[in-house]
């Protein structure tokens, strides 16, 4: 996770409101859910039963997040809050199928549902999950956070349509409109979880970050002058904004200070333009014959590892 001090401090405020709005909310939906009749309602308790769920998580990774690196977790916590959205994308998926099943169940054997209770319950959740979807949007500068705020904003747009659709009962009075309801809801939380568990998946299992690309990467080192060649490359997330860099470089036999300008160059291009402030990077040297380690040649004995990291 990303986040600078003050902002945690910020952050940790806002998901503090967010969870004791959101729990009430949740008591409430159900309540009325229940009293109305309406499974758009229900469902409305489950999708925010889910958010406050994240939200929860989110806490507990940006608590986590200050905690310092240890000899046995030598990057510290990075990864909790993508463990966090991680699971919560899974448990997500879990909602939306039980929704659906449930929508379907309404379309066989239709419940009359009160339309008013819907309406006004869904306009005390359009205004609420507007202002914490808005207050979420300020710090959501991580894929943990940014998930909530998903969720978030999401809840506001089905808390709308569960509006539009008490209105309609109420003129019409077509019973399937609410069932109907829940399942664009259902499908909803499902398409928002799956954005968020591809990314948090690629970075659990170490992939290289979707926005970057390994030959532009190669190619932009070996511009660098003194550069011969770039194999053994390796990019991947140590968490959703820091992403870090390992690979074997091939250089002329150099003095080391010239080796260092080098690696300074090297570092400086891949900050730049890539957004890699993590790097591991060993220098093999040429033989007297001019043949690169990567090119079948055996390695001569005199070898430069260099590493350069920092973390904003």
């Known amino acids: 996770m990303h986040v600078h001090a003050p902002a945690n401090d910020q952050t940790k405020r806002i998901l503090r409101i967010s969870l004791v709005l959101t729990f009430a909310y949740i008591l409430l939906t159900l309540f009325v859910g229940l009293r109305a009749h309406s499974l758009a309602l229900i469902s409305e308790a489950g999708h925010n039963t889910s958010d406050f769920l994240a ?18 977790k030598t990057f510290g916590y990075r990864r909790a809050g993508v463990l966090a959205a991680f699971v919560n994308a899974i448990a997500l ?8 099943i449930e929508a379907v169940a309404r379309f066989l054997h239709p419940q009359i549902v009160e ?9 005390i959740g359009v205004v609420m999950n507007g202002i914490l979807a808005w207050m ?31 209105l309609a009962i109420a003129l019409t009075g077509i019973q399937w409109v609410d069932p109907l309801l829940s399942l664009m809801i259902a499908v909803l939380i499902f398409w928002s979880s799956l954005s968020i568990m591809r990314e ?17 990467i190669r190619d932009a080192m070996q511009l660098v002058p003194g550069v011969c060649g770039v194999h053994d490359l390796h990019v991947w997330c140590l968490s959703s904004h820091l992403n870090a860099l390992a690979c074997h470089v091939t250089i002329l036999d150099i003095p080391p200070s010239e080796s ?8 400086h291009r891949l900050g730049e333009s890539f957004n890699i402030h993590h ?34």
């Open 260 to 267: 260092r300008r080098i690696l300074a160059d090297i570092n």
């Open 200 to 216: 948090t998946l690629n970075i659990l299992l170490e992939g290289t970050p979707d926005n970057l690309s390994l030959t532009d």
């Open 55 to 72: 939200l929860l998580l989110s806490f507990v990774a940006v608590y986590f997040h200050n905690r310092p690196a240890t000899d046995k």
């Open 93 to 100: 998926i879990g909602i939306a199928a039980w929704l659906a």
């Open 279 to 312: 790097t591991t990077i060993q220098f093999e040297m040429r033989d007297d014959a001019g043949c690169a380690v990567e090119d079948g040649c055996l390695p001569t004995d005199e070898s430069f590892v260099a590493s350069h990291s920092h973390s904003h």
């Open 115 to 123: 339309p008013r209770l819907m309406m006004a319950t869904a306009a």
């Open 136 to 166: 979420l949007s300020r710090v959501s500068n991580d894929v943990n956070i940014r998930g909530a705020f998903i969720h978030m904003l999401g809840d506001t747009l089905s808390t709308a349509a569960v509006i539009a659709g008490g």
